[in-house]
């Protein structure tokens, strides 16, 4: 399929964001304070605990991106473990914008 000049200016402005996204990947930046309510931050963390050990099982591209969402959750469940402070109901803690921004994708995705 051949690309229309809007789709194919998407395709370069999309090959720009990867190229910032590197750039930011090597950079030091601060973690962002989020407030989370106590469930959810409650699963995040039992997605940390969750023994997940093994060969990978053979996978699309579809998976992979569960997979690594899957992951994104156990994280900022571990960030929850070092460092959550529970306050009436919610969880307030500190996280890399990696994982804000995998929260914020997987939530635009929802159908």
């Keep these: 399929m051949v690309d229309t000049e809007a789709q194919a200016q998407y395709r370069r402005d999309a090959s720009v964001l990867a190229a910032l996204g590197s750039h930011f990947a090597t950079a030091k930046l601060p973690d962002v304070e989020v407030r989370m309510p106590r469930a ?22 579809e998976q992979r991106i569960q997979r690594h969402r899957a992951a994104s959750l156990a994280l900022i469940g571990l960030s929850i473990v070092k460092g959550g402070r529970p306050d009436d109901g919610e969880v307030f803690v500190g996280l890399h914008l990696d994982l804000v921004g995998d929260a914020l994708t997987a939530a635009e995705d929802l159908p």
């Design 40 to 61: 959810l931050a409650d699963t995040a963390v039992a997605a940390w605990e969750r023994d997940d050990e093994g060969p990978l099982d053979s996978e699309d591209l």
